[in-house]
């Protein structure tokens, strides 16, 4: 297949199937999460990529042979048979999780559980993988202040006589943006959190740039605020470990921080979460802007 | 027959070496990211496919439900995806500038205009490059 438009589009398509049966696997939230983040954001950034570089591929190729395939399929056949209760996985640290948390956490999604108090270390380092992602593409994709300035006056928005798009979208952006703070503060209860909740208020920004423009988009959301956004999320997860600490517990132990141990749980996880949200939506913001500045530098400084 | 229960991993097989053959297989580093999207869903689903228990529910807790599938595999898959979207979101930048350096992102076009470069600066280094230009000229003459 020659065009890379057809790959990226099926590559989404692949992606939301894959959903579909992370939740037929029972994954409730790896499947939010795969079809915001796979499905979403990923076809969006490669969609932006692609404005950038040549649209079809030389169709040239190597010929590999793969032998590793048959090495591993001979290599899965001692492993445990597909949805069987006793396997090994299911018998360490996994039961203590499902039978204990209630009483521990008191926050009936496990995974959200587990994710924000049991491996909040854990958690917050993929955070900082994420802030730091953020920064290596701004880094990377970096234009210069004269050059923004330059194209700042003449970028209309590519899709800005679309009136059918932009009057329905101007009643979908206020749903998506409530739906993201849904997913936010729900997620103790149902399937969501920090990450998905991230994405999703992203990914209503981002449409919003794409209807009415890049600079009426970063009126409201200026590129200094943004980066500091990254920042601050990451800083109020470290934050409250270091509350932890100070109140007398271990870093990210959040029973220390009210009186009522599961209340601190409560607390603690509803601060973590929204730190990785802010995180999370303004890196992703950010990394759509600076890939949506490149192509506005190509389209008018040549 | 006892066979036939392992089905999961062989899907995840079969996924994982689909991406492994586009990431060898094309030049385009486009394609080389979606050959590494699609590797990284195999190893996706071998975790979770691994937490499921047949006749369980979501790990929700609830009291009409007594049987969970297992948590930790969703957790940790859950920060897999969006440390996924970060690296590709890192890849794809650079694919950019590659696009604005080389002018290409096929593979093969960026090590030949590379093994010039190399060329041309060992040849600098050993001052050949005032004589083969004199040699250029000759030839054009």
């Known amino acids: 297949m020659g065009d890379l438009f057809a790959v990226v589009m099926l590559s989404g398509i692949y992606s939301l199937l894959s959903a579909a049966l992370f939740l037929d696997l029972h994954a409730v939230d790896v499947a939010f999460t795969e079809a915001s983040v796979g499905a979403g954001i990923s076809t969006l950034l490669f969609l932006a990529t692609l404005k950038l570089v040549p649209r079809y591929d030389k169709k040239s190729r190597y010929k590999p042979t793969l032998a590793t395939g048959a090495l591993l399929i001979y290599g899965t056949l001692d492993m445990p048979h597909f949805g069987k209760a006793d396997a090994p996985v299911h018998e360490h640290v996994a039961p203590r999780y499902l039978n204990e948390s209630m009483e521990e956490i008191g926050v009936p999604n496990v995974v959200t559980s587990v994710l924000a108090s049991y491996r909040g270390f854990d958690t917050l380092g993929e955070t900082l993988v994420i802030f730091t992602a953020g920064i290596g593409v701004m880094s990377l994709l970096r234009i210069s202040r004269q050059a923004k300035e330059e194209s700042k006056s003449k970028t209309p928005a590519d899709m800005q006589q679309q009136v059918i798009l932009r009057v329905v979208a101007k009643m979908m952006i206020p749903l998506i943006l409530i739906f993201a703070l849904y997913v936010q503060f729900h997620g103790d209860y149902g399937p969501g959190g920090g990450f998905q909740a991230g994405v999703i208020f992203a990914a209503g920004i981002i449409l919003y740039t794409m209807l009415f423009g890049l600079s009426t988009a970063q009126k409201i959301f200026n590129r200094k605020v943004l980066e500091l956004f990254t920042a601050i999320g990451v800083f109020l997860y470290a934050s409250v470990g270091f509350a932890c600490l100070f109140m007398g517990g271990n870093f990210l132990d959040y029973s220390v921080l009210r009186h009522d141990p599961v209340h601190g749980q409560h607390l603690g996880i509803l601060l973590v979460e929204l730190g990785v949200g802010i995180t999370v939506a303004s890196v992703m913001m950010t990394i759509f802007f600076k890939f949506t500045w490149r192509t506005v530098k190509h389209k008018y400084n040549q | ?141």
């Open chain 2, 1 to 141: 027959m006892n066979i036939l229960g392992l089905y999961n991993y062989w899907i995840v097989v079969i996924l994982m070496l689909i991406g492994f053959y586009i990431v060898i297989a094309h030049e385009n580093l486009v394609k080389k990211l979606v050959g590494l999207a699609i590797f990284q869903t195999s190893v996706f689903f071998l975790y979770i496919s691994m937490g499921k228990i047949t006749g369980a529910t979501a790990p929700i807790l609830d009291k009409q439900w007594q049987l969970y599938s297992n948590p930790l595999p969703h957790v940790l898959i859950l920060t897999a995806i969006v440390v996924g979207i970060a690296t590709t979101a890192l890849g794809l930048s650079l694919v950019v500038r590659i696009q604005e350096a080389y002018g290409s992102i096929e593979e093969n076009d960026i090590q030949i205009q590379d093994t010039q470069d190399q060329f041309e600066c060992q040849l600098e280094a050993y001052g050949v490059q005032e004589k083969l230009t004199t040699f250029d000229q000759d030839l054009d003459e």
